[in-house]
């Protein structure tokens, strides 16, 4: 069983920078794909950015592809994914939450409902 928990979110203005961590316990991370998706009051939990299992291949939705970078920390008691997070804009204003998921190569290409574990999500809010 594999246990997730964000951290990192916060209040910052527009244009600022945050990092979100994931940090595993109960299983390397390097065997699973690790996706962060956000939900924003009243919308749908959207995908931002994922990394495979194999050769930590990224990818990010359209929407923060040039600000968001997913990487991941894998070295000996760091079981961590971070997703650095800059240019923010308010339209990113969410909940987000690390997933973790023995999923294919294009790891941007699953749902959700593909993802075989979730954190409880991290807050993160982009306002003047």
């Known amino acids: 069983q594999v246990q997730l928990v964000e951290s990192g979110g916060g209040l910052v203005q527009p244009g600022g920078s945050l990092r979100l961590s994931c940090a595993a316990s109960?299983?390397?991370?390097?065997?699973?794909?690790i996706g962060w998706f956000r939900q924003a009051p009243g919308k749908e939990r959207e995908g931002v950015a994922c990394?495979?299992?194999?050769?930590?291949?990224?990818?990010?939705a359209g929407s923060v592809k040039g600000r968001f970078t997913i990487f991941r920390d894998d070295a000996k008691n760091k079981n961590t994914t971070h997703l650095q997070m800059n240019s923010l804009k308010p339209e990113d204003t969410a909940v987000y939450y690390c997933?973790?998921?023995?999923?294919?190569?294009?790891?941007?290409?699953?749902?959700?409902?593909?993802?075989?574990?979730w954190g409880q999500g991290t807050r993160v809010t982009v306002s003047s």
């Open positions: 997933t973790a998921g023995l999923l294919g190569y294009y790891c941007l290409g699953y749902v959700a409902g593909d993802y075989d574990y």
């Open positions: 109960g299983a390397r991370l390097d065997r699973y794909a």
């Open positions: 990394i495979n299992s194999g050769d930590g291949s990224a990818f990010y």
